[in-house]
């Protein structure tokens, strides 16, 4: 009875063992990330996996984000953008973000961005530039202050993934230009 009983402990410390590994397995396995680079297809990208697609996809993403706001949205909006940029852009526009916040509150103003096309994108080093035209259209308040055709050049950098950014993507640097 003993030994019938000491072999039934050790048969469940086995499974325990082994259900316990297993999930310990699941919550250190990086999860992949499923994103809509566009309407006729999507895409699922391993973490620590950098393709053109998700780096484009990412961008598309962030650049929208950023670009839409209005006065009751703005500090959220800024607030999200900022913790996917790389410390070195972080700290070269953080006093110029401040100033737009208040100049944003102060006179009402908000933007809408739309993109033209799909982005082009070349890989250059441990990153990539994305080249995003579109049109961005500012308002003070209700009435329309100007309207312009833009191209933004966006520089991302690999890093590893995080829970707050499963891309494992970071602004490095962003250039916006008017079009002609």
């Known amino acids: 009875m003993n030994q019938r009983l000491l072999f039934i402990c050790f048969g469940l410390s086995l499974a325990c063992v082994v259900l316990a590994c297993s999930l310990v397995y699941l919550a250190v396995k990086p999860k992949p990330i499923y994103y809509l680079p566009s309407s006729w297809q999507a895409g699922i ?9 998700i780096a ?3 961008v598309a993403s962030w650049l929208l984000d950023w ?3 209005n006065p009751a949205t703005a500090t959220d909006v800024y607030t999200r953008a900022q913790r996917i940029m790389s410390p070195y852009l972080l700290s070269r526009t953080r006093s110029r973000l401040s100033k737009d916040l208040e100049e944003i509150k102060r006179n009402d103003i908000s933007s809408l961005f739309t993109i033209a ?3 082009d ?3 250059v ?3 990539f530039k994305v080249m995003v035209k579109g049109k961005k259209v500012l308002f003070m308040g209700k009435e329309m202050v100007k309207e ?3 191209t933004f050049n966006v520089e991302v950098i690999a890093v590893g993934p995080t829970e707050i950014n499963p891309f494992g993507l970071l602004i490095a640097s ?3 230009e008017q079009n002609q």
């Open 45 to 53: 990208a391993l973490p620590a996996s950098s393709s053109l697609g």
């Open 56 to 58: 484009s996809a990412f």
């Open 67 to 69: 670009s839409n706001f």
């Open 117 to 119: 096309r799909d982005p």
């Open 121 to 123: 994108i070349v890989k």
């Open 125 to 127: 080093g441990k990153g």
């Open 148 to 150: 312009q055709d833009l």
């Open 174 to 176: 962003i250039e916006q």
